[in-house]
């Protein structure tokens, strides 16, 4: 018989193994996923994880587009990561993202056409507190009235998306567009724009700041008092409160700080890839971003890998699509195993498998 | 004269190999769908030209697609791969495409792109669309005569110019039909969605709709319609013919096929140049679907009348005197609407209650 123990602290190797653990059974399940629908499942795969990388046709394309597309998922997931250690659950990053977007562009159109360097870093600042503003809506509940954030700042987020629409149709619709939605295109507002630091690596302000915050959240985590009590809060509330955490302060920094930086995310996008405001800005990053926090185990760098791994699957999917003909939702189907099998195989982190000899009682 | 005779059958020789070289390799074309292809509506009926385009080329093109790309930064990668992945004629299919389809077609000047009902055009971005006003005149007209609650619900996408002339379309000719039509309209703020757009659907039909008009992509308002009873509505860019005869009662299909064939020939061709094509009932781009038995047959011959009358130019769908919704005078008696103003549409006409989102 086989029983399933619960160990004292998650398992430290486990820990580190399920995650790799998770991509190859993906990789083994959508290979059978993708056979069934006739496709032949070695070259799908290769199609997926190899060809953005090292096809000699898409490589050149692809490998910068890796950054651009995985720079929003890390930002966005190391600030929910500082939530969920401590047992705070933002899943409202989404509308954290509008938000900071739709501050953000409204500040660089308030400029327009004014050209000058302060431009882009006040749109910086907004997009920043817009996510701010918005997280803190859920945390202000919370503490002063004992709400569920998780339910808020979900709600939240389609309270956004109609904040959007609104704006694209309205406040911040391009006066020149011939009556369509949407704003101005940030990309020909030089001083708006958000651009690649380094031409042709993919690489904007955005990622940067990506990078730049993966150390700013190992550095908090692992040196800082702040970093302790958050794992502290979420290990052991109760031993949290006796070391003097105070629950309503974590609450409001981890949403407060996961909300800024979704914000940034959505800042930087809308003065780089995507350039405007428009009705369908959002494509659901704040939500993969959950996918990526936990893939990533809610470590700094963890996130980092996982986000450049998510961003593969994106970009390889695609790639699948039009040159396999695999269907967009077989690609979907791939990436939501990623997280079923990782989910999965985390019982081996909390729990020791046992075989029991019976005992005739 | 016989080196000049050497030198041309040399000419055509080599001509006669760039040829073969050309047939063995094939056209490719790609296609960047809004939705999935079985989404039974907009989507779907793309994708059936595609498929039109496999079936009269056969080998001689390669035809690649793909489903659901978000309109935005996302659309801009697709294209770029598509490109880069050696295709010679794209076709993007919704309108949100449009600048990632001039980004792209600057960055790959041999490749020809064709953007669906945009408005920007570049020497390899050509851009096509179909009238389907007109196609919405017929149907406000049938279901003018049909309501018996005297209102209509409408389920709008996005308020931009295609959709608000649908709208002012659709009401101009219900009100001819029947004086007392009154329009509820709805926007789903999507192309396709359809649990919002069943929602939709269900709250019009709850405010006591029994049209239901839809401008959005999925059968799901249809499913709704069928699920009340007595409430009928119309097959949205596809025949949806699986609710006939009843809810759907007729149908506006977009015919891409030979429009699409027509382009890809002009590649093989050599022939492909930047162009703004705006085809109607006439041409065949917008089909109207079979109208069925639950429509009385005098509605039905009217119908037909007025189909007849659009194809053939007699009658445009927005003939004055026609008012704008704060009651100035947009045309005025027996003038038409120049296309230029039917592009930029963003106005309801006088009689549709509430505001166009601004």
Redesign the interface.
């Known amino acids: 018989m086989i029983r399933l123990e619960k160990r004292p602290e998650p398992s430290r190797f486990w820990t580190a193994v399920t995650p790799v653990l998770a991509v190859l059974t993906t990789m083994i399940a959508g290979g059978v996923l993708f056979a069934m629908l006739g496709k032949d499942p070695l070259e799908s795969i290769r199609t997926i994880f190899w060809d953005p990388l090292f096809n000699a ?2 490589a050149d ?2 490998r910068p ?1 890796l950054l ?2 995985a720079g929003p998922l890390i930002l966005i997931a190391l600030g929910l990561s500082l939530g969920f250690r401590a047992g705070i659950w933002n899943i409202g990053a989404e509308g954290q993202y509008i938000a900071g977007a739709i501050c953000g562009a409204g500040v660089a159109l308030a400029f327009y056409p004014l050209d000058s360097w302060i431009v882009f870093p006040l749109m910086v600042l907004a997009g920043a507190l817009g996510g701010w503003a918005w997280g803190m809506i859920p945390a202000l509940l919370k503490i002063r009235f004992g709400t569920n954030e998780i339910l808020v700042s979900l709600m939240l987020v389609y309270v956004a ?1 109609q904040f959007l ?2 704006m694209s ?2 406040l911040l ?1 391009n006066p020149e567009g ?4 949407g704003s101005r ?1 940030l990309q020909e507002y030089p001083a708006a724009a958000n651009t690649e630091i380094i031409a042709g690596t993919g690489m904007h302000w955005g990622v940067m700041t990506a990078f730049l915050a993966v150390i700013a959240a190992y550095v908090l985590l692992n040196r800082h008092i702040l970093g302790f009590h958050i794992r502290l809060a979420g290990q052991s509330p109760r031993a949290a409160r006796f070391a003097g955490v105070s629950p309503p302060l974590l609450v409001a920094f981890c949403l407060g700080t996961s909300g800024a930086l979704a914000g940034l995310a959505g800042l930087f ?1 809308v003065a780089g ?4 405001i ?4 959002n ?1 659901g990053y704040g939500f993969t971003a959950i996918i990526v926090a936990f893939l990533g185990r809610l470590h700094p760098v963890g996130i980092l890998l996982a986000g450049l791994l998510m961003a593969l699957t994106y ?1 390889g999917g ?2 699948a ?3 396999l ?1 695999l ?3 077989a690609i979907q189907a791939f990436q939501g195993m990623l997280l079923f099998f990782l989910l999965g195989f985390d019982v081996f982190s909390n729990y020791r498998v046992r075989r029991v000899t019976s005992e005739v009682a | 004269m016989k080196p000049m005779h050497k030198l041309l059958t040399a000419a055509a020789l080599s001509l006669g190999l760039a040829g073969a070289a050309a047939a063995q390799d094939p056209v490719k074309v790609g296609f960047v769908y809004v939705g999935p292809i079985g989404d039974g509506g907009w989507t779907y009926e793309h994708n059936k030209g595609r498929l039109a385009v496999e079936e009269h080329f056969g080998d001689a093109v390669e035809t690649v697609y793909q489903e659901s790309v978000p309109e935005g930064a996302d659309a801009e990668r697709v294209l770029t791969q598509m490109a880069l992945s050696g295709a010679d004629l794209i076709f993007t299919t919704s309108f949100g495409y449009m600048d990632a389809t001039v980004n792209v077609a600057k960055k790959f000047p041999d490749v020809k792109f064709e953007h669906a009902t945009g408005y920007k055009r570049a020497d390899n971005v050509s851009t096509y669309s179909a009238r389907f006003y007109e196609g919405r005149a017929i149907q406000g007209h049938i279901a003018g005569k049909l309501t018996e609650t005297n209102k209509i619900g409408y389920i709008g996408s996005f308020p931009i110019p295609e959709v608000v002339r649908g709208i002012n379309a659709s009401f101009l000719h219900a009100r001819k039909a029947n004086p007392e039509v009154e329009f509820s309209i709805v926007w789903a703020y999507t192309w396709f969605d359809p649990a919002k757009e069943a929602d939709a659907a269900q709250a019009l039909i709850e405010q006591g709709a029994d049209v239901i008009m839809q401008h959005t992509d999925s059968t799901a308002p249809l499913a709704a319609a069928e699920k009340a009873g007595g409430v009928i509505g119309f097959g949205q860019a596809s025949d949806m013919a699986e609710y006939k005869p009843e809810p759907r009662v007729s149908s506006i299909i977009d015919n891409w096929a030979p429009y699409y064939i027509d382009r890809v020939q002009a590649v093989i061709d050599g022939t492909w140049e930047s162009q703004d094509v705006w085809h109607g009932i006439d041409e065949g781009m917008v089909e109207i679907g079979e109208i069925t038995d639950a429509v009385p047959a005098e509605v039905r011959e009217e119908a037909l009348a007025l189909k007849e009358s659009i194809a053939s130019g007699a009658y445009h769908p927005f003939t004055g005197p026609i008012n704008k919704q704060d009651g100035s005078v947009w045309l005025a008696e027996g003038e038409t609407a120049d296309d230029g103003t039917l592009l930029g549409m963003d106005f309801y006409v006088e009689g549709i209650t509430g505001d166009l989102p601004k």
Do not use: T, Y
Request: net charge negative; hydrophobic share 45%; proline share 8%.
């Open positions: 046709q898409f394309f692809a587009q651009v597309k998306e629409a609104s149709l309205g619709r011939h009556g369509f939605p295109n996008e890839p995507a350039g405007q428009s009705i369908d800005f494509v970009i695609e790639l699509q039009f040159m003909g269907p967009a939702a």
